[in-house]
């Protein structure tokens, strides 16, 4: 007895193939490319990451490199802590303590700015006793204290990306504060110019990025949480 031809054709065809049309399908589809746009600027800011720190060594000699690595360090500290409202934001808009209408600075945004002013007074009021700790000028510290602000918008426009599930738009804009810096670095040290312009031009760079993110985040809604509130922490 012969066999049917098309049985075997239709046993071969792999079930993803027959319901090409259907929903789970095309979710799948989305996700895979999802994942591969995280992992392509993922990679993409941290070979950002890696050139810049090739780019200042390259311009820059031991002493001025030992200066930015303190300067750095002080910003890193300072990003770890404005990072908590990432987290905060998020958290408040998956919990619908939002509003429907666009807001490029809702009640939650406004608050955590005037905590990281207040967080810039607080170091610029420590700037001295920095500079003797780490051994650099006081004119870069206090600079550096002007970085609270831009990391603590930073951070907002990721949480908003990251409480609506936009985590395309959201490594977008992560590998963007990366791929800017490492344009400044270049741009500022082949100028010739020195630590301080370089720090100065990342703050000014930061702050550049923090407020496109908040523009592109805007559609979350209005925060009506402030960052003290007890439903925001």
Known sequence: MRRDPTVD??????????????????????????????VITVTLANASNYAFQLVTGRFLGADAYGLLASLMSIA???????????????KT?????????P???????????GAATLGTVVLLLL????????????????IVGFYAIPAALAAIAVGRLQGQLR???????STAFAVVKLGLGIAILAAGLGVTTLVAGLVVG???????????????????RGVMDRDAI
């Not at 807001?103 to 700015?113: G, I, K, P």
């Open 9 to 38: 054709v239709v046993r071969s065809t792999p079930r993803e193939d027959l319901s090409i049309g259907d929903e789970p399908h095309l979710t799948r589809l989305i996700g895979r490319g999802t994942g591969l746009v995280v």
């Open 76 to 90: 890193g500290i300072v990003a770890i802590s404005a990072g908590s409202l990432q987290q905060i934001t998020a």
């Open 93 to 101: 808009i998956t919990a619908g303590h939002v509003e429907e209408r």
């Open 103 to 113: 807001a490029l600075f809702d009640r939650l945004t406004r608050t955590s700015l």
């Open 127 to 142: 700037s001295p006793l920095l500079a003797r700790s780490f051994s650099v000028g006081m004119l870069p510290v206090a």
């Open 167 to 173: 985590f395309v738009e959201m490594s977008v804009l």
């Open 206 to 224: 930061t702050l550049g990025v923090a407020l496109a993110g908040l523009w592109w985040s805007r559609d979350a809604g209005y925060v009506t």
